[in-house]
């Protein structure tokens, strides 16, 4: 009976290092098979693997376990890479900025900003001061140069300039009382250099070509607008403001013309022609639908063609701003119904280049 408790106690002493061998020699095998199995898997990836922050931080940790000679057969990354994800993580480990205190003054409430908004929407000649008293009143304190710093951020000026009107704002409310001019330049078939003088209406979008010479200067210039103001007669009353950018020409004799008649006159900013955006866009209509398709034989031949077409113009072409009118029509024509009765005539403008058409009366 001793004898044999005393094998079996042997035994059993003897089979233990075999038992960790084993366990050891198992652990090697899932390894590996493991590793066989990251191997197949990355070969059918379309791409490489992506790696969020928290995936980092394993193989980082357990890096320092493993020899750094068997980095390659068992990481996914090369060890350049792994020996930066543990320079971040100790980094990070020490870094305290995230946990430091906040200073300086809190953050404004999102409502308390819409409020300021709100009241600076609602009253235009209030400036910032004022806002912050009314907010003090309904218990909000806050400073005034917060107040200040919201309205700018914003994009909301200071209360006197609120309330003024956007130079589109003001073009559209005036819009029946403003001329504007400009100059167009026409080449010749030689090569030479015309220049005209063009005013356009703004309410009724009615175009004025009144000279066209080689040699533009001041006191041409003054002429024109002469020509303009006695050609206009009565209804130069109705005008209160000529727009014209600062070319030199125009001087202050030009600008007498006008304010003789009680007209006044306003400027361009420098280099800004979308001020003058109107008669910048009747120009670029005559270089499409006359001047690019004509051939300019010398001066008279180009007053000749400009004044054919600002008779077209103001006569026959119809302005969406007007209702599809020309600017000397006050009315639209009657609805024609019976097609086939009536025939349909054209007219032929500039050689062919245009053409009108109208109805068989």
Request: no cysteine; proline share 9%.
């Given at each position: 009976m001793i004898i044999s408790l005393l094998?079996?106690?042997?035994?059993?002493?003897?089979?233990?290092?075999?038992?960790?061998?084993?366990?050891?020699?198992?652990?090697?095998?899932?390894?590996?098979?493991?590793?066989?199995?990251?191997?197949?898997?990355?070969?059918?990836?379309?791409?490489?693997?992506?790696?969020?922050?928290?995936?980092?931080?394993?193989?980082?940790?357990?890096?320092?376990?493993?020899?750094?000679?068997?980095?390659?057969?068992?990481?996914?990354?090369?060890?350049?890479?792994l020996l930066a994800w543990h320079r971040r993580l100790i980094a990070r480990k020490w870094d305290y900025s995230a946990r430091r205190r906040r200073t300086g003054r809190p953050p404004t409430a999102s409502a308390l900003k819409k409020l300021v908004l709100r009241l600076a929407r609602e009253n235009p000649r209030w400036g910032h001061?004022?806002?912050?008293?009314?907010?003090?009143?309904?218990?909000?304190?806050?400073?005034?140069?917060?107040?200040w710093e919201i309205l700018h951020a914003a994009g909301i000026?200071?209360?006197?300039?609120?309330?003024?009107?956007?130079?589109?704002?003001?073009?559209?409310?005036?819009?029946?009382?403003?001329?504007?001019?400009?100059?167009?330049?026409?080449?010749?078939?030689?090569?030479?250099?015309?220049?005209?003088?063009?005013?356009l209406e703004h309410g009724t979008r009615k175009l004025h070509v009144t000279g066209v010479t080689a040699h533009p200067t001041a006191q041409w210039a003054t002429q024109q607008a002469r020509n303009l103001t006695t050609g206009l007669g009565s209804r130069v009353e109705s005008l209160r403001f000529v727009l014209r950018d600062r070319d030199s020409k125009y001087t202050s004799s030009f600008d007498a013309v006008f304010e003789a008649e009680g007209v006044q006159v306003l400027l361009g900013a420098p280099r800004a022609p979308r001020m003058n955006a109107h008669c910048e866009r009747v120009i670029g209509t005559i270089r499409r639908e006359a001047l690019d398709h004509v051939l300019i034989m010398n001066e008279t031949h180009a007053r000749r063609i400009l004044a054919e077409y600002q008779d077209h113009y103001n006569r026959h072409r119809p302005h969406r701003p007007r209702g599809q009118r020309p600017p000397e029509a006050q009315d639209q024509p009657p609805a024609v119904h019976d097609f086939v009765a009536r025939g349909l005539l054209r007219t032929s403008v500039l050689g062919g280049v245009i053409n009108e058409y109208r109805y068989a009366s």
């Open positions: 094998y079996r106690a042997t035994r059993a002493l003897l089979s233990v290092p075999a038992v960790l061998l084993r366990r050891g020699t198992a652990k090697d095998a899932e390894l590996l098979v493991l590793r066989h199995e990251n191997a197949v898997l990355r070969r059918q990836l379309p791409s490489p693997l992506r790696y969020e922050p928290a995936d980092r931080f394993w193989p980082a940790a357990l890096s320092s376990l493993i020899p750094r000679d068997r980095w390659s057969g068992v990481f996914p990354v090369a060890p350049g890479t001061r004022r806002i912050q008293g009314e907010l003090a009143r309904l218990g909000h304190p806050i400073a005034p140069s917060t107040v000026g200071p209360a006197p300039r609120r309330t003024g009107p956007s130079w589109r704002e003001f073009l559209t409310t005036q819009a029946d009382g403003i001329i504007t001019a400009d100059f167009v330049h026409v080449d010749t078939i030689t090569g030479r250099r015309l220049h005209a003088l063009a005013f």
